[in-house]
Structures are given as C-alpha cells and as structure tokens.
C-alpha cells in the first residue's frame, strides 16, 4: 500500500529568499550526486558556487522524476519552455555544466 507522508518543514527568513543561479555543474561517484550552483555575472571573471547539494543516487533519480513531472504541469498551463541553442555556451564551460542561460544582465 502507497502511504503519504506529511513532513513539517521550516523555512527561516535567510533560506526563504533563495539564491539565484545560472549555472550548475553535476557530477557523481558510486555513492552520490553533487549538484553546485552558481551565478556566472557579465564582466566577472570568477564564478562562486553558491550552494552545493549531495544526494544519493536514488534521490538524485527521484528529483529528476520530480523536476520532470513539474516541467510537464508547467508546460501544460504556462506553455513550451524554449532553451537557446548551444552558441550560448561559452569554450571553458566544463562538459558536467548545465548554462540556464536566462538572458543577457
């Protein structure tokens, strides 16, 4: 039988506003996926990894399926999210990365 779990979740003030980014870079071993993300700025040289996420690699699958399923109920109400085509992906940008690329600053 499928049970639903209610989990009771905290979000203090700082968590709550979120970081933005631009960039994520994924990698893995056996054990684990680690997800860093990162806001790559025009005109800085340097990018900061803001947050880092290591899940196991059945969570990593769940938050795929999850995201998936998500993207789908977006789509169905809000329309086609287009992604740009590659000339927006800058040489250096490790083969692991993922550009979000939302627009010109």
């Known amino acids: 039988m499928n049970e639903k779990h209610s989990i009771d979740l905290e979000l203090d003030e700082a968590v709550a506003q979120g970081n933005y980014a631009n960039l994520a ?29 290591v899940l196991a690699p059945e969570h990593a699958k ?23 085509g590659p000339e927006s992906v800058e040489e250096d940008t490790p083969q692991n990365a993922i550009s979000f690329n939302i627009g010109e600053a």
Do not use: C, W
């Open 62 to 84: 769940r938050l795929l399926m999850s995201l998936q399923d998500n993207i789908t109920r977006y789509e169905s109400n809000m329309g086609r999210i287009n992604i740009p």
């Open 25 to 53: 870079i994924i990698s893995h071993s056996s054990s684990e996926f680690v997800l860093d993300f990162a806001a790559v700025m025009p005109g800085v040289p340097k990018a900061k990894v803001r947050n880092r996420i």
